[in-house]
């Protein structure tokens, strides 16, 4: 294990025993690669996206923190519930938006064609939302790849040692999980 690694994980360890030294000592340490995973979700977003990586960043942190019952194994373990929080803040995010636009408050707005795009890809995101919840309720550990792999940017060998399974397990699961989800999504879209 190296060095960084180590560090991190013994800094997540003695945060969970309540050492608020820890998480200052810590932040510096998963910054950039938070940093990274929020931008790599926000590039999956319209243009027009009222939340900013800076933004996705600092709310899924501040969850972090409210989390800090989470039982922490290890650094890849805090990636995946990271990568896991900042989905949930793109979720809610879009679902405020679409009570918004469904009436939620009484505002009218004329909408141009890049607003029309907003709203198909927020859409798209609560249906992928919806379909990994029921994922997850199928095939709990498909879930939580497509959520460590496709939204956390872990690799094959990461995800392997955080649910203690084979890269290849990680590799079917991947493209089980993969093909699942494109049936479920294009048959949401055919109706």
Do not use: C
Not at 28 to 56: C, D, F, I, K, W
Not at 138 to 154: A, C, D, K, P, T
């Amino acid at each position: 294990m190296s060095d960084e690694r180590k560090d991190i994980t013994e800094l997540l360890l003695d945060w969970r025993k309540g050492d608020s030294l820890a998480l200052e000592q810590l932040i510096p340490l998963v910054h950039g690669e938070l940093r990274r995973m929020a931008r790599n979700y926000m590039r999956r977003q319209s243009p027009g996206h009222t939340l900013q990586t800076t933004a996705l960043l600092n709310e899924a942190f501040l969850r972090l923190v409210d989390s800090n019952r989470v039982n922490w194994q290890d650094r890849n373990h805090f990636y995946a519930v990271s990568a896991q929080l900042m989905r949930r803040v793109l979720v809610d995010s879009a679902r405020r938006r679409n009570s918004l636009k469904r009436g939620g408050d009484q505002v009218m707005v004329t909408l141009d064609d890049h607003a029309d795009v907003a709203v198909e890809r927020q859409d798209d995101l609560l249906a992928l939302d919806e379909a990994m919840n029921r994922l997850a309720e199928l095939n709990r550990r498909q879930s939580q790849i497509v959520e460590m792999r496709y939204f956390g940017g872990l690799n094959e060998e990461e995800i392997a040692e955080i649910l203690g399974v084979s890269s290849r397990t990680v590799r079917r699961d991947w493209n089980l999980a993969r093909a699942w989800l494109f049936r479920e999504l294009r048959s949401k879209d055919l109706q």
